[in-house]
């Protein structure tokens, strides 16, 4: 016989049922919004199309006209376009007051130029590819900067954003310019700073070597002088910048006989050094992350940032960069040819994580302000037991704008066999080390972690090497205004090796070192002296230590 419901779980489900119908309001709600924001934002783009006069942007037109109808082709020319438009914008901010008016209305007139030909080329084409979607969204963000109304700005922005994200992944096409000879082993001085010598005449311009010389990179006729190819000049080429983020491009130069160049001079001039020059956008005033592998250094808008070298994937550089176009410098040294790869990503931060959030759909995912990375070195479990010395040295990686402090380790699951020691052992306080100080922005620290048996476990009461665990990092920053903030890691995984005393007569040099590193642990160091045959007799007869 069915038992009538009682009341109370008719409230229930009657509050379920409201819950849901409310879910799916604010569901359809947003989608609305996000539907009426895009045909906003198309019907703002079509009306400032519809004033720009035949006549503007010769320059641009002249770039566009002619040639193959060819989608490669066509992104060539609107590359070419792009590249006129970031020289127009760094020309700006110098620019004589009386024709500065002049110039930002030519720039504007370009970047609509730019946004009515990736229009056109998305219309025609039945799948927009990734490098389409990019240039079209950095059309907006030269036509947001060139415009004089923040309103407008704001709605230009907000259509890149939607397009690529709160910042362009990757740098759609490189200029590069070389190569040069290189002096030193690691660094050298500019190439062009004595053909680009900082301008007398305008106090405010110190600009010199290639901060003058990337404004030239649209015009690919002028040359300069360089002793390695034939004819003894170099020119201004692109480089494709890849169809996905951290996808590795190859610098090449085939234009330079390098066997001839050997023979003639030595195997060092084969050292040489070149610059590569790229835009990207950021969208979103936001705090970004960059991930350059390959490279020694870099620099965004002329801050300096370390490039990751060994191709590690622990060295990232991280500054706040306002919305709009930010340019991207590249002094590359390599040896006949070079291989490197650039990313950028929007930092997730407690307070910018909701804003970076947005891109991730587009390929700007977001990545997390405080990184661990696995451990290189780990102690083993030899007969279940954790050898001595038992720290190990963790990557920490802090990508946010505070200094970090109160870092907590914690390990999962809950009941895993190993665990961070506690107590006085806690890695910052531990009596044997130095107190680890506080984690600067942006700086990449190995600290010391102990490890331990979980208090009530012994060697003896386990059948089994223990599955892999992890750990995670927990740490506080102050912001601005005094406020604590809590920043957690995304947890690394770890396995220890395990071993067992008995193939000490397989492994003896190794099961030597293991045990004199356990005897001077557990009864003294005065038994690291014991000799290795009197250690190896021990563990032969009893297969136990």
């Keep these: 016989m069915l038992q009538p419901f009682s009341s109370r779980s008719v409230t229930v489900c009657t509050l379920l049922c409201i819950l849901v119908l409310l879910m799916g309001v604010e569901v359809i709600r947003a989608a609305k919004e996000k539907q009426s924001s895009q045909s906003t934002a198309e019907a703002w783009a079509t009306e400032q199309i519809g004033s720009l006069a035949p006549s503007d942007c010769s320059e641009g037109r002249q770039l566009l006209r002619g040639g193959s109808r060819a989608a490669g082709e066509q992104l060539t020319r609107t590359h070419a376009l792009h ?103 690691e660094l050298d001085g500019d190439p062009l700073e004595g053909l680009f010598p900082p301008s007398a005449s305008r106090s405010n311009d110190t600009r010199s070597g290639i901060l003058l010389a990337e404004l030239e990179r649209a015009d690919r006729s002028i040359t300069y002088p360089s002793e390695l190819p034939d004819g003894g000049v170099v020119r201004w080429r692109e480089l494709a910048g890849g169809s996905t983020a951290g996808s590795g491009l190859s610098l090449s130069f085939p234009g330079v006989r390098w066997n001839d160049v050997a023979q003639s001079v030595s195997m060092a001039a084969l050292e040489t050094q070149s610059w590569l020059v790229g835009v990207i956008h950021v969208h979103s005033s936001s705090r970004i992350a960059a991930h350059c592998r390959g490279i020694t250094h870099f620099s965004i808008d002329e801050q300096p940032l370390v490039g990751d070298v060994y191709n590690k994937g622990m060295v990232q550089g ?217 250690l190896q007799g021990s563990c032969s007869a009893s297969r136990s230590c």
């Design 83 to 185: 590249r006129l438009l970031a020289v127009s914008w760094q020309k700006l901010p110098y620019a004589e007051p009386d024709t500065a008016a002049v110039a930002a209305a030519e720039l504007r007139a370009c970047a609509l130029l730019s946004l009515q030909h990736t229009t056109a080329l998305r219309a025609a084409s039945s799948s927009s590819s990734k490098a389409l979607t990019l240039l079209h969204a950095a059309s907006f963000s030269f036509l947001a900067s060139a415009l004089q109304s923040s309103r407008e700005a704001s709605i230009a922005f907000g259509e890149a954003r939607r397009l690529a994200g709160v910042v362009t992944p990757l740098v759609a096409m490189w200029d590069v310019l070389g190569p040069f000879q290189h002096g030193k082993t």
């Design 318 to 534: 991280a500054l706040d960069l306002a919305r709009g176009p930010h340019i991207v410098r590249i002094r590359m040294r390599a040896k006949v040819q070079g291989q490197f790869a650039c990313t950028f990503a929007p930092v997730a931060t407690s307070s910018a994580a909701s804003a970076a959030g947005s891109g991730k759909k587009k390929g700007s995912s977001a990545v997390e302000a405080l990184q661990l990375f696995a451990p290189s070195a780990l102690p083993d479990l030899v007969g279940l037991h954790l050898l001595a010395p038992s720290f190990v040295a963790v990557p920490v990686l802090n990508l946010s704008p505070h200094w970090l402090s109160e870092l907590d380790f914690s390990t999962a699951p809950a009941d895993s066999v190993i665990t961070v020691a506690a107590g006085e052992e806690q890695p910052l306080v531990h009596r044997a080390l130095h107190s680890i100080p506080s984690l600067a922005p942006g700086q990449l620290s190995y600290v010391p972690v102990r490890l331990a048996l979980r208090e009530g476990v012994s060697g003896k009461k386990l059948s089994r090497c223990p599955p892999p665990f992890s750990i995670s990092l927990t740490a506080t920053a102050i912001d601005a205004k005094g406020n604590k903030i809590q920043l957690q890691s995304a947890p690394v995984s770890i396995h220890l090796r395990c071993s067992q005393w008995a193939r000490c007569s397989t492994r003896r040099h190794r099961c030597t070192n293991m045990l004199r590193v356990v005897a001077a642990h557990v009864f003294g160091s005065h038994f690291v002296h014991l000799s290795a045959a009197a």
